[in-house]
């Protein structure tokens, strides 16, 4: 199921032309591209998608591949963090007639980040609905807000708006006075109060914010878009593990959103029109990024 | 004319033996300031395990994650505001019969205000990273506003105490003959060379002036900043305009009550009748009255807009003050720490010393607890429900630890005002000796 | 509602079969030869093991597990993990009707699936095995046809213009179906035969945004009988967007260095303002000690 050869020599060239110094990170296999100067040796047939820094993503043959210690230096994923991705604008939109409380989700994201039983990024709220006067479930991120109020409020930069549209955390800055916590209407921030889950399993890994681990105690975390899958050209932990297409992410400049369970692409614009979606409390300004369409009985 | 002071004759050597006889280390004080240290060190072991244990130790969660040492904090520099009021204010006013009190007002100010900083520290998640504040500092934080404004305040507050304590200083270092070395040397220091010379005290006074001047603002905005730690954000209960001035209001309830009590201390303690007269608690008292008018008149506001429009979450927030789980706490406040002092002390007998003490006492306890209560309800009504966490999360009950650590807030201002107090005369003795001269002429 | 009814059904078919499974667990499950010599009419690739991946995830993983994980439910006889080899070993034609007739536990798929949906199913299987090779009929010297695809768009009429060749020969009535490539995934602009000229008009909406010379990421397949081309091309179709980061611009949330400039400008006048008359104070301390002497100096 490997592509057609001559497409490779092109996306070669295409890559040669971006000069791949640019070219960001690469997938679960931790490893960096560096070069692919000397790629005219032996493909081995696997392919990583790779995000570069043009935002193009591309598929790269793992031969080109070299371990580097880059992945492991705080400096660089600092900076990485902090810069974003160029060009993109993520949105997330949560189709409420879909969801059943599989809870999925949640366990997703709680595994991916290191938190406690206790602790959510995404909570899977049980609401009353005070027309039909039943309930429904409504998963609650981060709404990552054009126009966050959690960031206003922050002493030292710990928490930041990325030209991408995310809100992330460096918990290397933060100081730990939760005046974002208690800034942030949705109550999507969560705080480290004890030492964190597995702290001693993850002591010696190199942190990374757009992951937000390892945790540390005495700082805030939150839903970070799973930043870190985004670079690989992946959807975020959540939304790939929810088994009934609750989810649409993507990009809205593309103006397309993808479903994480049936992998279907629609129109971002055509989605939230059609059904009628909304922000939560659009009436405090903050410009959600995560769009709610309404949870109607889905008689389909 | 000065009416409040004692009726009789005094010589100036009479004043200045009544007022300096306080600065002395007798084995009460030495008691005294051992039993404070002790309490002060069980406390600085609860922080201890809050450093080692992380604010888990605390009884914050989520939902509630500003708690005791936010309400405290607020508390402290409330109270610390009656500086400005008492020495600033009515002192540029000419109003004479507070400035036998006006050291008292700035020594409640500098011990607040230094520990209120110390409060905000005991809240962080991670004290070992403040230097960030100043490294990577944000101006669009109200924190950072604040950290500006207490320590300016805090520095304000200390020359404001100590440029009016210069002829005193003199006074101790020329008159005060059997202390200790280290103490004559310190009063050598910080005398400046004080000869008593009209061009120093014209200094002296042009200085005063300045600050008394600059202090106006500087507290205004210290108090009116901490109201926006919570006003500057979306949660009903906290999203209101009149939140500074409703602070500052109830700042001078919280700052009287504390006044008062530490004369009360003072003038027993220090045998000082014929210099804090039952006049100056009566005046005081009646200045409790008009703060406090004016508090009860922004609580009313702060309720009855909310009550009236009943908007959604405002309307949630105000039935849980009025009628719900925070009705007892809110009315205990309310009637019993605000509204029945008020009246009482409407009535004379109820100005005199020790009764006004004792409800300055239940005011003060009143003002703490209604921080704590503009504090906690409206993180435990936040908008989307509180899901998928432990029970405990729905309420919020400090720890022990949480509450040692507060205590140990109280103590630090008792042992920071107790060592003052020994240290130099409490009362302004060079402005005594003026006003009394000015009688007698 | 209507996987919900299914999933029931279900559940209903495996309890009742329970027994009938016990006395038929010893039988082989034979499969006549012309049911396993049968074949796919189609060529497997990525979209089919898509498409097979979610079928399979709805209805296969509950008793099988994950492919390759040999977490199947544990029954009599157990359903066994379709990526092992025991599994592998078998015909496609073979799975094929099991899949389709059931038997015992295993419930009848005749009724949910189509056959090229069943299909699919296989071919997500088969991306388990490194080794499978598709079988293909023998076409009786028929070649199969190599097709080449040449894309253009018609601004006259908003539509991509595929055309296939096979040989410099138009070919007719081959399937093309047409995708514009997101960050996520595949957005489907249509699928539609060849005519006579082996030419197929696809429908592009004009509004949708591409990047920053308006070139749209398209992705073009072909497919008749075992047939297959796909090719990959950025187009001119669209306006060109120009991508905003989302923290352009001073605000109340930017970072400090991109702090609104009068609070920046209030902020420090005011605290270096009240500073500097707290220091002349300081400063002025020195004045009081020298009018303390100054005078000393005049009566000495």
Redesign the interface.
Known sequence: MSKANKNDKSRRKFLQNLGLAGVSAVGGTALLLQSCSDSKDSASGKKVKVLTQDNQLVEVDVANLKPSDKIKDLDYLQDRGREGIPGKKFVMVVDLAKCKNARKCMSACQNAHQLKPEMHHINVLEMNDPVRKTSYYMPKTCQHCDNPPCVSVCPVDATFKRQDGIVLIDNERCIGCRFCVAACPYSARTFNWTEPKDAKEFAEVTYDMELNVPQKKGTVTKCAFSADRLREGKLPYCVSACPNGVYYFGDSNEDLVTNGTTKKTVRLSELLEENAAYTLMPELGTKPSVYYLPPRQNKG | MNDTLSKEILTDDQIEQDLLKNINWGNKFKLWLAFLAVSLIICLYFYYQQIE????VTG????V??GIYISNFVFFVATSLIGMLISSVLGLMNVSWVKPLARIAELVAVAFAMVAGLIIIT????PD??L??FM??????????D??VVV?YV??SI?LLY?PL?PDIALCRDKLKNVPKWQQKMYKILA????G?A??FK??NN?TR??LI?IIP?ALSIHTVTSW??A????SGWDSPIFGPYFVSGAFVAGCAAVIITMYFFQKNYKLDKYITIDHFDRMGRLLVLVALVYVYFNINEIIVPAYKTNTADAKHVQEMLSGHESIMFWMVQLGGLIIPFLLILFRPMRRPLPLMLISIVILTGAWFKRVLIVVPT?LA?????????EK?THYMPTVPEIAITTGSFILVLIIMSVLAKLFPVIPIWEIKEEINHNKN | MNYFKYYKSIILICLCSLVMANVQAQNEWEVTTEQDKNLSPFMFDDEMVLEGKISYENSCTSCHGMPGQADYTPMAPPPGDPGSNQFQLQNDGALFHKIKLGRGAMPKFEDVFADDETWNIIAYIRSFNENYKQPIPDLGGVEIPKYDLKLAFDENVDKLVVKVFSKEIPQPEVEVSAFVKGTFGKLLLGKIQTNELGIAYLDVDPKLPGDAEGKLHIMVKATKGYALAKLNQKMKIVQPTIRKSAIEGRHIWSTDKMAPIWLKVSFFITIFGVWAVLFFIVFGFRNIKKAGREDDVMIE
């Open positions: 244990h992380g604010l888990g914050l969660h989520d939902y994650s500003w809240d962080m998640g991670r990273r403040l960030n504040v990577h500092g944000r101006v669009q934080s109200p924190i950072v506003w950290i500006a300016t520095a304000i020359l440029i210069l400046l060379g004080w000869k010379k061009k120093q200094l002296m200085y300045i600050l600059l500087i730690l919570f500057m954000t979306l949660r993180q936040p908008y989307y429900p509180i899901q998928n966490v432990p999360w």
